[in-house]
């Protein structure tokens, strides 16, 4: 008795550890849903700042694109200077006119602008010095502030005059002037980090110069603007930089929305990383939105307050359950297998039947359907009574099961008729298979009884087929090699 007791405590021992653990796990794997759905509530909110803040910028571009650049006054003057030889005049009269403009444009941190005709000439340039691309001319371009743009978000808008198509203006906002504009109204940090390919690949020599490589990931680059206006400590923000280089591992090639926690000095930050795109869809960086939050903190504790409260209760409530499954599996087994064969019975061989024919619908698979008896088996009752008549059935089950591949489907139909279900079986197939089985039986020496044999009906089903018609079928086919003398197999097939 003591001994049966001390084994009975080891595996409660066991059986507590295990649930402990258990619990933790499932409890980590909450807390961490918890905690993504909560960063995904960040990416939405980060997005959505980040669309607000360019679509007033783009609302604020489209007015001076139609108001300005579909004025009949200032298309006429590029026109001019598009078809005349000697630009420059007509260049410094647009300058007069659009003097004010680009004025009104600072206002707004909008500090951009580009006229350029369609052989790739710059006809007037706000804001970027140099030279024009076109090998055809190199105008002095009129610059009004000697900052370059390092990139940006750039609006282009076409020009027609009179349906002549006079090429684009371009007008851009700096990364510097959205991430500014958004620190002004949210109060976070924010920084903008470009792909080294499209840094390569669309910005001009000099503008790279303006980047520097992030401590993030080494593909992506940020503009070296120097911020005094810091909404998180410096040396703060190098510490989260540091361990996002971890956390964001290979998940910025992915250019897909993210958010993620970092704790520094026991103060917990949500950094959201929300994709930009340029003007032709293409995937170039990031903006990234650094946050002070310690509602992550609230995510920990709530976890190992729930752990502690609930381990106690789920553990015993673990012993009901082990026996209500208990008992629902003993239930389960007995309604699903036929007692005297070991094998399904009827009512679990319809389910089956009826989920593969689906699959047969579905996947226009092939699947074969065997039904058999044994021949002349109430002879067998009579002469050598019931306990040999079971013997004799449960020594079929074995010879069926031992001939058969683990994905057929073998059950007692009833009485002494059997029916098995071949799925991926096409007719060949199953005539192999059931005439397999008949001869097994066939030459199977079964103890004072001897030689036992069977009738075999097989069948195909199709799309079309109900669980009805294909074993009608099976039966009508079973019923042929009844009356054609038995111990032998018949086929029918469905009408085409």
């Given amino acids: 008795m003591e001994a049966k007791i001390k084994k009975s405590t080891v595996v409660y021992i066991f059986i507590f550890l295990f649930l402990s653990i258990a619990i933790w796990f499932l409890f980590d794997i909450k807390k961490n849903q918890n905690k993504q759905l909560y960063l995904n509530q960040k990416i939405i909110k980060a997005a959505a700042e980040f669309t607000a803040t360019l679509n007033g910028y783009r609302m604020v571009v489209d007015f001076i694109e139609n108001r300005y650049f579909t004025d009949p006054q200032i298309l006429k003057i590029i026109f001019e200077g598009f ?120 910005l001009l020599s000099e503008e790279r110069k303006s980047y520097i490589q992030s401590e ?37 090639s992915e250019f897909k929305n993210f958010a993620v926690d970092i704790k520094v000095n026991g103060n917990y930050y949500v950094v959201s990383f929300i994709v930009i795109s340029n003007t032709k869809g293409e995937k170039i960086g990031y903006l990234v939105y650094y946050e002070k939050d310690n509602t992550i903190f609230l995510f920990a504790e709530t976890f190992l307050m729930m752990y502690g409260s609930v381990e106690l209760a789920l553990l015993a409530m673990l012993w009901l359950l082990i026996s209500l499954i208990t008992k629902s599996e003993k239930f389960k087994t007995l309604s699903e297998i036929d007692v005297l064969t070991g094998i399904y019975n ?10 593969e024919l689906k699959k047969v619908r579905r996947y ?71 005439e397999k089985l008949r001869k097994a039986i066939e030459e199977y020496n079964f103890e004072k009884v001897g030689k036992v044999t069977a009738s075999f009906g097989i069948t195909e089903a199709t799309p079309e087929d109900s669980t009805d018609s294909v074993v009608k079928r099976a039966d009508e086919a079973l019923y042929l090699a009844k009356e054609k003398g038995r111990n032998r197999v018949e086929i029918i097939l469905p009408e085409v």
């Fill in 364 to 434: 226009k698979r092939p699947m074969g359907l065997i039904l058999f008896d044994i021949d002349h088996f109430k002879q067998i009752n009579d002469t050598f009574g019931h306990q040999i008549g079971d013997y004799v059935l449960r020594e079929i089950a074995n010879i069926v099961k031992k001939n058969i591949r683990d994905t057929d489907i073998f059950a007692r139909w009833g009485g002494e008729e059997f029916v098995l279900l071949a799925p991926e079986t096409d007719l060949n197939g199953l005539k192999m298979l059931a």
């Fill in 83 to 202: 078809k005349a030889q000697d630009k420059e005049r007509y260049r410094k009269i647009l300058y007069r006119k659009l003097k004010p403009l680009y004025a009104d444009m600072k206002k707004y941190g909008i500090n951009y602008l580009q006229i350029r005709f369609p052989d790739g000439t710059v006809f007037l340039s706000f804001h970027r010095p140099g030279k024009s691309k076109s090998a055809k001319s190199k105008p002095i371009i009129i610059n009004l502030n000697q900052n370059k743009i390092t990139g940006g978000f750039r609006f282009p808008f076409e020009l027609y005059f009179r349906d002549h198509f006079l090429g684009n203006v371009e007008i851009a906002i700096s990364y510097d002037s959205v991430k500014d504009q958004l620190r002004k109204i949210f109060k976070g940090e924010y920084r903008f980090l470009i792909y080294k390919k499209y840094l390569l690949n669309r």
């Fill in 216 to 252: 993030i990931n080494p593909d992506f680059f940020y503009e070296s603007k120097v911020n005094r206006d810091y909404q998180i400590n410096p040396e703060v923000f190098s510490q989260i930089n540091i361990k996002l280089k971890e956390k964001t591992k290979n998940r910025l």
């Fill in 346 to 355: 009827k009512g679990k061989f319809n389910n089956v039947l009826d989920t």
